[in-house]
């Protein structure tokens, strides 16, 4: 689900989202259409999406949120590679 949710969430391409979680761009690939055919198939997992994605926006809108600096600043980097690459 964590492909699937970089991937709706954020601007990252599949490649930048294979690289933040050490997945090749297949791999990215695969994972999203599996979230996206079990969100059309099996009630019990949308359900249970759909649980989770209200508890992320919650804490997305939080104002104390935090991440690990490394993290930040690997997610950074990918956000100037980007822009230099548009």
Same mark, same amino acid.
């Given at each position: 689900m964590l492909c699937y949710f970089l991937r709706k969430q954020t601007e990252l391409s599949l490649a930048n989202i294979g690289k933040i979680i050490n997945r090749q761009h297949c791999s990215v690939v695969h994972s999203v259409k599996e979230v996206n055919n079990l969100l059309e198939t099996d $009630?019990? #997992? @949308? $359900? @249970? #999406? &759909? &649980?989770?994605?209200e508890e992320i926006n919650q804490v997305a809108n939080s104002p104390y949120i935090t991440i690990p600096k490394s993290e930040y600043e690997e997610l950074k980097r990918l956000a100037e590679n980007k822009k230099e690459a548009d």
């Open positions: $009630k019990a #997992f @949308r $359900k @249970r #999406f &759909e &649980e989770l994605n």
